[in-house]
């Protein structure tokens, strides 16, 4: 990509994940943050966009209010920034298939789980519940169905007994902090696409479990 990619992060809550992609684009010259928007006008992300200038946008479900109609005020956000990415970081909104459709390709998301594991909520608690061994976080491209898209980059972390979903969770967040910025650098540097329904990382197609280096 010759110029730089303009990034829009869309956000329900604390905004770490938006933290450390804001910090990733101060050191690549490739990419900035142009705006985030967030659904939930109380997120703490909101108050670190501000802090670094970022301009923000909240647009707030209705009481009653179907997808379509929802996906369509969100678009309309959207299009104000003319972003060439779109990052969901820990955007807790379903997103219909039209919205989904129009950005494939250009939207990323970072789930809390090693996908296909534990799509949807609460992965911390169901990872403990099933005394797995092994948890983490995935990046991937957005595609309409849930938490499926081709995954781009995994981090695993170990899960220890007497581990609290709390504990857990910040093991996951810290790794997540990692991996994303990384992943939207790729993309802002144009080595990273999406076509025919998979990840490619400078024109070689990634594994299930995403990038893994020989
Ligand atoms: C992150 O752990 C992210 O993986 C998760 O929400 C958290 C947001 O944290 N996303 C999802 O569960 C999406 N299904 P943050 O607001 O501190 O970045």
Redesign the pocket.
């Known amino acids: 990509m010759e110029s730089c990619c303009r990034i829009l992060v869309l956000?329900?809550?604390?905004?770490?994940?938006?933290?450390?992609i804001i910090d990733g684009c101060d050191e690549n010259l490739h990419a900035e943050v142009v705006g985030v928007i967030s659904d939930n006008p109380e997120?703490?992300?909101l108050t670190r966009a501000h802090r670094h200038e970022i301009d923000t946008s909240c647009v707030i479900a209705h009481q009653g209010e179907n997808r379509a109609d929802y996906d369509n005020r969100l678009n309309a956000a959207i299009e104000r920034y003319q972003p060439d990415l779109i990052v969901?970081?820990?955007?807790?909104r379903i997103l219909g298939e039209e919205l989904v459709t129009k950005y494939q390709g250009r939207m990323l998301?970072?789930?809390?789980s090693l996908l296909p594991c534990y799509p949807?909520?609460n992965?911390h608690e169901r990872v403990l519940a099933a005394k797995d061994t092994e948890h983490g976080?995935s990046v991937h491209f957005v595609i309409p169905a849930l938490?499926a898209g081709p995954v781009i980059l995994q981090a695993k972390v170990p899960v220890y007994e007497g581990d609290t979903v709390e504990i857990l969770?910040e093991r996951?967040?810290e790794q997540?902090h990692a991996i994303y910025p990384l992943v939207v650098k790729w993309f802002s540097q144009g080595r990273l696409k999406m076509h025919d329904g998979k990840a490619w990382l400078d024109n070689e197609v990634i594994g299930v479990s995403g990038y893994a280096p020989d």
């Open positions: 956000i329900s809550g604390n905004g770490s994940n938006l933290q450390a997120a703490y992300g969901l970081a820990g955007f807790m998301n970072i789930h809390p949807g909520l992965t976080a938490d969770a996951v967040h997540e």
